[in-house]
């Protein structure tokens, strides 16, 4: 069995070394064939090679007396009105009124109280876990902005839903209440929140 694997051994490694023999022979019978090997270029990072570089130079630019066919813009009149410290324009008296961004005074048109954007509470984990259900009246007030402030809890069925009841109320927006044209602060707005099983 030895003698097998060894003689399969040697009888390719004789047939492999042949092939190649024979395949370097056809190589250098080929017309056009290279007779010498080709000069190898070592690279020899210790030697420092210098290297041509050119730099463009521009033509000089002519002194400022110089230039007479150049016209400047004309500069743009100084406005009385100019900008504020925050870089926000100020109107002059005969301009129109500012329109859009923050209301402010006379930037409304008179009116009621009106409620723009109203915020469902998220319901308790620690209630929901319970599978307790309740309500929470709660009492606010709506700034000349519009926002809520001063949010306090007027009567609940359980003292779990009061946290949430407050941050949602402080998440309402309102339109503000409107007299000649300046917006109040109103005082006293309730609303309640039902927290229900059925709507999880």
């Not at 010498?36 to 463009?56: A, G, Q, S």
């Not at 007479?68 to 813009?73: F, S």
């Not at 009061?162 to 007299?179: D, G, M, N, S, Y």
Request: glycine share 8%.
């Amino acid at each position: 069995m030895f003698a097998r694997y060894a003689s399969a051994v040697t009888t390719g490694t004789f047939m492999t070394f042949g092939l190649l023999y024979l395949m370097q022979l056809l190589i250098s019978l080929q017309p056009g064939a290279e007779s010498e090997p080709r000069p190898r270029h070592y690279l020899n990072p210790f030697k420092m090679e210098h290297i041509d570089t050119k730099v463009e130079t521009r033509e000089e630019i002519p002194p400022r007396e110089k230039l007479t066919n150049t016209k400047l813009p004309p500069a743009r009149p100084q406005q009385s009105s100019g900008f504020g410290a925050t870089g926000v324009p100020l109107t002059t008296p005969d301009a129109p009124p500012l329109t859009g961004g923050i209301p402010g005074p006379g930037m409304y048109n008179d009116g009621p109280l009106v409620a723009l954007v109203r915020v469902s509470p998220v319901y308790p984990a620690r209630a929901l876990s319970q599978g307790l259900e309740g309500t929470v009246i709660v009492q606010f007030d709506v700034s000349a902005n519009g926002q809520v402030v001063d949010v306090v809890v007027v009567e609940s069925s359980h003292s779990l839903f009061e946290r949430a009841a407050i941050e949602a109320a402080e998440r309402f927006r309102f339109k503000p209440r409107v007299v000649d044209g300046i917006a109040l602060k109103t005082h006293g707005i309730q609303n309640l929140f039902r927290f229900s099983l059925d709507d999880q």
